[in-house]
């Protein structure tokens, strides 16, 4: 019998076990030990393995019982390793570690996701910190004025793409965030009937009736008659002047300096500043040129469009992502949560469906009750939704009935989808929160070792 024992030193550590144990999986690596093995040490007759001893125990154990159970306390990662390293295949693993083991695979796609949206240009960019200390300005010559001009379009760049990168980069980013604001404000006080300070002058002889019939305005609407034939106040006009000037100079100035013109416009963000660009060139040389306006309907409508496309102006909130990073985290998770969004889409649509059809015939001896299905789809997911509206009601005791079950069912067809939403939110959160407080360690670190060298 102790012919067929076999060692094994890993690590150091030595475990004695049957090669019969070991040749039931003879495609893995301690299946197909032999003598004339690499692993082998013929002097000291045992097989030698540098690997973590606490981590074998885990590994023998499944030649022993023919299944894998793995520790809670050690990271998964470390089990991704293991098993590469002896060939043993996923399937081995029991069904109680699943969660173990595919943990490492799901953090690291929420690592690997905030790192390429958070990280960019910089030190932890490409999946590590740099622990190359020197400084890569000395590759360039300061005496040469086109490394000086790179350099300095360099700093300009990362002062307006990386709100982390100094001090006058957050002073520029609270500029930025004071701009969105007042923009964001300023399309408030646009929709304000009372901020308008008069009849606009479309330089003709036409009167209102008139000038209202070619616009197409109803005049029993007033938002149409406010919006379509009021002026703005001068403030207005010189603060939306101002506020395009700035956005204009600044969208320039970003594809001026940017090193890569080609991935600069991949970025939606940056499409949606030139197409912001010019619509407001376009909103400003029409209402600089009111007559233009009773031409042709055509201008009515090139108004309305470019004057809908400033809404997206907002968005510009975005570029501050950085600067609060949480805002990503939301976007980060609500992407990584589609899976999660089309059940849910498809959970309302069914329930909705079945208490549209439920409700339409329970309540078909009303005659002023859901007068087709549609109404009853709206009033579903209304009530689905608990949001209840109260425009269509039902009114017999089975309609009330269905109505009671349809609420009853959408807080438990809701609740389930948006926990999980939620538990990819708090993952993503999670995530980013340490990371940023490793930030701050490794930034600590490496301040400390700048002052021990002066010294």
């Not at 958070?118 to 190359?132: P, V």
């Not at 809404?311 to 609500?334: I, K, P």
């Not at 997911?381 to 009853?408: E, F, N, R, W």
């Amino acid at each position: 019998m102790e012919e067929d024992e076999i060692t094994l030193n890993v690590g150091g550590t030595l475990f004695v076990t049957f090669r019969e144990t070991l040749s039931k999986y003879p495609t893995t690596k301690l299946g197909s030990l032999s003598d004339s093995s690499p692993y082998y040490r013929k002097r000291k007759n045992y097989y030698f393995f540098d690997r973590n001893p606490d981590l074998f125990n885990t590994i023998l154990d499944f030649y022993r019982n023919d299944i894998l159970h793995f520790p809670s306390h050690v990271c998964s990662g470390l089990w991704h390793q293991e098993l590469r390293y002896w060939g043993l295949s996923v399937s081995a693993i029991s069904e109680c570690c699943y969660s173990t083991y595919v943990k490492y695979s799901n953090d690291d796609i929420v690592i690997q996701n905030l790192r390429r949206t958070l990280d960019e240009g910089s030190e932890f960019t490409q999946g590590h910190i740099s622990l190359n200390t020197s400084d890569s300005k000395s590759d360039l010559d300061v005496s040469n004025p086109s490394d000086q001009s790179l350099n300095l379009r360099s700093k300009f760049w990362r002062c307006l793409s990386n709100p982390r990168s100094s001090t006058i980069a957050q002073i520029y980013n609270c500029l930025y965030f004071l701009m969105v604001f007042l923009s964001a404000l300023l399309a408030i006080f646009h929709t304000i009937p009372e901020l308008r300070s008069g009849d606009r002058d479309f330089n003709t002889d036409l009167n209102r009736t008139e000038i209202y019939a070619l616009l197409r305005i109803n005049t029993n609407n007033r938002k149409e008659v406010d919006m379509g034939t009021k002026e703005f106040p001068l403030w207005m006009i010189i603060l939306d002047l101002l506020l395009a000037g700035f956005f204009s100079v600044e969208l320039f100035v970003r594809i001026m300096i940017c090193p890569n013109k080609k991935e600069f416009f991949r970025d939606w963000l940056n499409i949606m500043d030139v197409i912001l660009f010019v619509a407001i060139c376009i909103r400003f040389t029409i209402e600089q040129n009111p007559e233009w306006f009773l031409l042709s309907y055509d201008i009515v409508i090139l108004y309305g469009v470019t004057y809908s496309v400033t809404v997206f102006r907002l968005f510009r909130f975005f570029r501050l992502a950085r600067q609060f990073s949480g805002l990503y985290v939301l976007l980060l998770a609500l992407r990584s949560s589609w899976k999660e969004f089309i059940l849910l889409f498809c959970t309302v649509l069914l329930f909705a469906l079945l208490f549209a059809s439920c409700i339409f015939y329970a309540e078909y001896r009303e005659p002023t009750t859901f007068p087709h299905m549609l109404s009853g789809l709206w009033w579903a997911i209304i009530t689905l939704t608990t949001v209840g509206y109260g425009d269509h009601v039902p009114k017999s005791a089975g309609g009330q009935l269905i109505g009671s079950m349809c609420a009853t069912c959408g807080i438990i067809v809701l609740a389930m989808p948006v926990a999980m939403i939620v538990a990819n939110f708090n993952d993503y959160y999670q995530k980013n929160k340490d990371r940023e407080k490793f930030k701050e360690l490794y930034d600590f670190e490496q301040k400390r070792k700048l002052v021990t060298l002066d010294m």
